[in-house]
């Protein structure tokens, strides 16, 4: 009896299971890779993808802030404009009025005709009309030189792609240049609209 216990005994222990073998040993690799701290180029490419982000970020707000302040470039030209064409209408119609002025003086000065300064009151209607005709002729020039400008900017060389880049729009979206194919060389061109004033390019 003792024989067949010692033998059931020894049986057991030799076809008997490691507790171990059961678990999967990929668990145990996962474990040590999730411990291991992260590497230097792991954490390089972290703080390049949030860095990319921040400056994806900058970029949108730079060409939101840039479309806004062209949309006001436009809205104050056409402003000009109008204000223009209202200051033309008004100078011709002094201007008409000073020379029926004139003729009128002209024609002779009426006894008891009322003197201001010194002056009949003819002659100085035609001075004063002439004055605000000059003053009138100032502010259209004022407008014209307020007014955005039409400059060409031009590049010839071998290139795929050409954009000029300034502080005509705060260095934020430029301008792409269009090409324009020759024999040798390629001349990429653009027009800009500028209000006068000194540009970095």
Known sequence: MATSLEGFASASLQSGDDPNEDMDPSTDSEDESLSQPNTSEQIKALLADTERVKLTKKLSEANQQNRFLK????????????????????????QALAR???????SGIPNGSRKINGKYIHTHLVARLKAVHEQLT??????????????????????????????FDG???????????????????????????RYNF
Do not use: C
């Open 138 to 167: 100032e502010q259209i020039k004022d407008v014209d030189v307020a007014q955005s400008k039409e400059v060409s900017v031009f590049w010839a060389g071998m290139a795929e792609s050409v954009q000029v880049m300034g502080s």
């Open 71 to 94: 949309r006001q470039l436009y809205i104050k030209e056409d402003a000009l404009l109008k204000f223009k064409s209202e200051l033309a209408v008004m100078e011709l119609e002094i």
């Open 171 to 197: 260095w934020s979206q430029g301008e792409h240049l269009s090409p324009e194919y020759t024999g040798s060389y390629t001349r990429f061109s653009t027009t800009l609209m500028l209000r006068p004033g």
């Open 100 to 106: 029926l002025a004139e003729e009128i003086a002209k």
